[in-house]
């Protein structure tokens, strides 16, 4: 079983409407999680993080955390064509600097 | 704002070459990784160091070896290079925020080709 689980998509979402990334993990014990956009051919961009169970919300971001059920979501509100990227969930589990990233799910914004 | 920097973006090499492709950071980071990233995949981390001079292994190192010798800089080294080594190679950077909590932070990315 993976550490960090992503559908790879590609998931398509009209310009405007909300977009949902789920994300599972197995270790209990995970104490961060974080997200990260990657455009084609560039490195991963830090957009959120997140700690506590919950939602937290950065502008159009939200990145909401269940730890009883182990998932973490990201939802983009508005969603522009220049949200079109892949976004990586990733794992920490606490007293190691290590984070265990999942595959990716590629997001495609359509005009 | 935080800044990782590598050498090269693009690199080409022969079978068989010993290659180092190096990392540098600007904000004092105590930890410091190195990642391939295939398609399908995804990102695997390769070695990871958490203070001068210290190293420890990923969940890929075979193949590769690291040197710490300054806290800013971090070098992977490919002894000798071989065609599944072509990948794209990333760094990255990491502060705690908390006992717990690390945010890393990536550096360009290093695209190796090896023919």
């Known amino acids: 079983q993976k550490e960090v689980e992503q559908n790879s998509g590609p998931l398509s979402v009209p310009e405007g409407a909300i977009a949902s990334l789920n994300c599972t993990y197995s270790d209990r014990g995970s104490q961060s999680f974080f997200w990260y956009r990657q455009y084609s051919g560039k490195s991963p961009e830090l957009i959120m993080s997140?700690?506590?169970?919950g939602d937290k919300e950065d502008g159009r971001f939200t990145a909401q955390l269940n730890k009883a059920s182990q998932y973490v979501s990201l939802l983009i509100r508005d969603s522009q064509p220049s949200d079109s990227a892949t976004y990586l969930c990733?794992?920490?589990?606490?007293?190691?600097?290590?984070?265990?990233f999942g595959t990716g799910t590629k997001l495609q914004v359509i005009p | 704002d935080v800044k990782v920097t590598q050498s090269s973006r693009y690199l080409v090499k022969r079978t068989g070459e010993k290659v180092f492709l190096e990392c540098v950071q600007d904000m004092d980071h105590e930890n410091m990784f190195w990642y391939r990233q295939d398609p399908g995949l995804g990102l695997r981390l390769i070695y990871f160091?958490?203070?001068?001079?210290?190293?420890e292994k990923g969940d890929i190192p075979e193949g590769y070896s690291v040197s710490r010798e300054k806290k800013e800089r971090f070098s992977l080294i490919l002894e000798s290079a071989s065609t599944n080594q072509t990948s794209m190679y990333l760094c990255a950077s990491s502060f705690p925020l908390s006992s717990s909590s690390y945010e890393q932070y990536f550096g360009p990315g290093t695209r190796l080709t090896v023919t």
């Open positions: 990733a794992v920490n589990s606490g007293g190691y600097q290590k984070v265990t």
């Open positions: 997140i700690y506590s169970n």
């Open positions: 160091s958490y203070d001068v001079k210290m190293k």
